[in-house]
């Protein structure tokens, strides 16, 4: 983000062209966007969709959701709002009175307004206090309650398998080392730490900065990014309409991981163990998989927007009972 721009205006949604085009926004519909920012994907929604459809946002960051509003206000009252996190969609939606979507999309990790604001802690380019939370109002705890507080063993996980950092073990040590002289407080103070952590031949050729992967552990850490994940997917199914698409951008491996498993799990008969030689599960597909390999963004988007470069999309669509489509 360029200093002393309005955020909305530098606001770039990822992979737009894509959702649209996957998501078939149509006149009178009703669609959720569970990760609103700063409400790029759900303007273009309404925008491709026509009259009467309604966009209901959700997002867990307070600042994110106060400026979507300002930017969205000429669309009246086709835009609900809600300080919530996607993976708790059953009570804006119930509170709405709305039992049923035409379409639902989620574009998760961390926005460049959060990354670009050193107070919230996201990055180490400016030296800010090391919180990483994307809600205050989730009751989640900070980063660096994590760094000071979390074993060794938990630290090494943490790194590693979010982070996918294969110096977790050697970062973990160092933390623990250094919090024992004196609690680490700050973004500058870890990444110095896990800088020099690294080998130094690693750190000479090295293409990011050697903490880039665990600032994004520690932020999937305090987040819970995984597990909201996996409850979104689990929870909206019920809530789609047959011939209604699920929409989700990704940007992290395990991420990606985790919808392609669930989409491939609901467009599945029979879940039983291959070892079982008759069905019992009684398990009934309710989606069909769009886009059976995930799509990411074209050369000149990544060159108009760097952040696209990691985007993945996938798209499942609810199935009607019985196992149609929608025509």
């Not at 149509?26 to 026509?50: K, S």
């Not at 969609?89 to 009175?97: H, S």
């Not at 000149?300 to 952040?307: G, K, L, V």
Request: aromatic fraction near 4%; include cysteine; hydrophobic fraction near 40%.
């Amino acid at each position: 983000m360029e200093s002393g721009k309005n955020p909305a205006e530098l606001h770039v949604p990822v992979l737009l062209k894509e959702v649209l085009l996957h998501l078939r926004p149509g006149p009178g519909g009703r669609y959720l966007d569970g990760t609103l920012g700063l409400g790029g994907h759900t303007r273009a929604i309404l925008e491709a969709a026509g009259p009467g459809a309604q966009v209901l946002g959700l997002d867990r960051d307070a600042q994110a959701l106060e400026l979507a509003r300002e930017r969205l206000a000429a669309h009246g009252d086709a835009v609900q709002f809600a300080l919530c996190r996607f993976s708790r969609l059953e009570e804006p939606l119930a509170e709405l009175g709305w039992d049923a979507l035409d379409g639902a999309l989620i574009d998760i990790g961390v926005s460049s307004m959060q990354l670009d604001d050193p107070a919230r802690g996201f990055s180490f380019m400016e030296d800010g206090p090391l919180d990483m939370r994307m809600g205050l109002a989730d009751g989640l705890a900070p980063a660096s309650a994590i760094v000071n507080g979390a074993s060794l063993e938990r630290l090494k996980m943490i790194i590693g398998r979010f982070g996918e950092e294969p110096q977790g073990g050697r970062i973990a040590r160092a933390i623990v080392d250094a919090r024992q002289r004196t609690p680490i407080r700050t973004t500058r103070e870890l990444a110095t730490i896990v800088e020099n952590a690294y080998p130094a031949k690693l750190r000479a050729t090295a293409r990011n900065h050697p903490a880039t992967r665990t600032f994004q552990a520690l932020r999937m850490e305090v987040n819970r990014e995984l597990d909201e994940l996996q409850e979104f997917l689990d929870r909206i199914l019920p809530f789609l309409k047959p011939g209604a698409r699920v929409a989700v951008i990704s940007f992290h491996s395990l991420e990606d991981r985790i919808v392609k498993r669930a989409f491939k799990r609901e467009a599945s008969g029979c879940l039983c163990p291959p070892e079982q030689m008759v069905c019992i599960c009684g398990h009934v597909p309710q989606l069909r998989i769009v886009t059976p390999k995930p799509l990411v963004a074209t050369d000149d988007e990544i060159a108009a927007n760097p952040r696209a470069r990691s985007a993945k999309l996938r798209v499942a669509e609810k199935l009607a009972p019985g196992g149609g489509a929608r025509p």
